[in-house]
């Protein structure tokens, strides 16, 4: 199914200022360790700029870590409205099988809400800690593992306290999380294609792992601007954007740290508040951000560890960009920006195109790991370049499988198998050859180094994976959603 397309209005007469969304894009451009890939802009109901950091497209899904969560989280309202789920119940009430195994107090006494808002008691974030207590069950490994304090007194970011709410969600349905999402909410908001990962257990696993289009994110955010209703009809039950978007639990210093600023506002049914408004976040910077006063919703994706920094640019030059009233005379402006956001791209490596003084010693070489052993994903062991007619490949050998990456003549050279990747590297006086490699629908880019002199190769992350595999892995599971 394709999305039908958001209402799109100028900027200026939805009385937003070109001039702050050009200062937002300077100000990312300026940004040292923020790798911006898409930008989609909402007010009074309105597209009012959207633009893609080629080699990322607008159609393409991409991985949103737990930005993943506010979809769990409306997948559990959705439950709650059908009769199927009550916030108020015990969760083991949900996993009789587990009931004779889980003894401690506090285990016993958490509710289906407490996991809702990251208040379950325990003071840490537990997840390696419950899949390795029950790698076939997290639920139980989680519930095996006594809170710390009583259930709804603290707060903790815990991954395994949104699975155990996707879980009960996947058993109250007898449907995957995309599945049951589907007629309910993905098609009616418009939304394509939605992907989510799954563990061991067969489960899609809630708190992380949802691939979806920074559009899809967008009209979450929308949907919930207004309360629930899209294009007339109510898709979520009445009062749940209240009850989901207040803080439940204070998070200011619940990790020893304070003044985290933006995640020290509360949390409510997975989502954050913010300094404005509320939010969906994931991992390296995947943003829903929801801004009642401003009548806005911001959805974005990137890579980038400084998370914060992003929010302060948006708060410096965004909020100010939505006017109260619309911006007459401001044509020009809104030309302009809509030509910049078409024109949005990811530099590619630096070097040459070609080996300096001449293809022969490079034509076939091999490499192999420096220091042995490729610390950053070890399953890499054997690199190659390769020419061809149409330019370079470079060849990554991983666990006895071949991954063959094009470099092409400059520039982004895209491929959709056996991952979807974008490709571009050059040559260096020093007789190094650096390739940089996007995995498309990831926010992760790998920096390969191939070095002549002394045949070895190096991989480093610019963002590491949080979901372990192969690099072939790194991409939406199709069939899913």
């Not at 067969?202 to 792992?209: A, L, N, P, Q, W």
């Not at 439940?248 to 506002?265: K, L, N």
């Not at 809104?334 to 195109?353: I, V, Y």
Request: glycine share 12%.
């Amino acid at each position: 199914m394709s999305a039908r397309p958001l209402p799109v209005a100028a900027p200026a007469a939805q009385g937003v200022d070109a001039l702050g969304v050009h200062a937002f894009l300077d100000a990312l451009d300026a940004a040292p360790g923020i790798e911006p890939h898409s930008l989609m802009i909402v007010r009074h109901g309105r597209l009012v700029a959207a633009g893609w950091w080629a080699p990322y497209t607008a159609e393409r899904p991409h991985l949103l870590y737990s930005l993943s969560k506010s979809f769990t989280g409306t997948a559990a309202a959705l439950a709650e409205a059908e009769g199927l789920l009550d916030f108020d119940a015990p969760v083991v009430s949900y996993f009789p099988e587990f009931a004779a195994d889980v003894t401690d107090p506090r285990s016993r006494a958490m509710r289906v809400r407490h996991v809702a808002c990251m208040a379950s008691g325990h003071v840490r974030d537990t997840v390696q800690e419950a899949y390795a207590l029950d790698p076939a069950e997290p639920v139980r490994g989680f519930l095996l593992l006594p809170p710390d304090r009583d259930p709804g007194t603290v707060f903790a970011y815990n991954q395994p306290a949104a699975y155990t709410l996707a879980a009960i969600v996947q058993r109250v349905t007898g449907r995957p999380l995309t599945a049951y999402l589907r007629p309910r909410l993905l098609d009616p908001l418009g939304i394509g294609e939605a992907a989510w990962l799954r563990d061991r257990s067969g489960r899609e696993i809630g708190f992380s792992g949802l691939h979806a289009t920074t559009d899809a994110v967008a009209r979450l955010g929308r949907l919930y601007l207004c309360d629930g209703v899209w294009e007339g009809r109510r898709l979520l039950p009445e009062g749940w954007t209240a009850r989901a978007a207040r803080a439940h639990v204070p998070t200011a210093g619940a990790t020893g740290e304070r003044d985290r600023q933006d995640w020290d506002r509360g949390y409510g049914f997975q989502f954050w508040m913010s300094r404005h408004g509320y939010r969906g976040d994931g991992a390296y910077g995947q943003f829903c951000l929801v801004l009642p006063g401003q009548d806005a919703v911001i959805a974005a994706t990137s890579a980038t560890e400084r998370m914060q920094e992003y929010l302060n640019l948006v708060w410096r030059h965004l909020l100010p960009a939505f006017r109260p009233a619309p911006l007459p005379g401001r044509e020009a402006a809104d030309a302009a920006l809509l030509e910049r956001l078409r024109g949005l791209a990811l530099p590619p490596a630096a070097g040459a195109p070609g080996p300096p003084g001449g293809a022969r010693a490079w034509s076939g070489a091999g490499f192999t790991p420096s220091g042995g052993v490729c610390a950053e994903q070890p399953g890499l062991t054997g690199a190659a370049v390769l020419p061809g007619a149409d330019g370079w490949t470079l060849t990554l050998t991983e666990d006895g499988r071949r991954l063959d990456l094009r470099l092409g003549r400059g520039g982004w050279t895209v491929a959709e198998e056996p991952v979807p990747t974008a490709v571009s590297g050059g040559w260096r006086a020093d007789g190094t050859l650096a390739v940089e490699v996007v995995f498309l629908e990831t926010p992760h880019r790998l920096a390969v180094t191939c070095s002549l002199p002394d045949r070895t190769f190096t991989a480093r992350w610019r963002t590491r994976p949080l979901h372990a595999g192969p690099l072939r892995s790194l991409r939406a599971p199709r069939g899913s959603g």
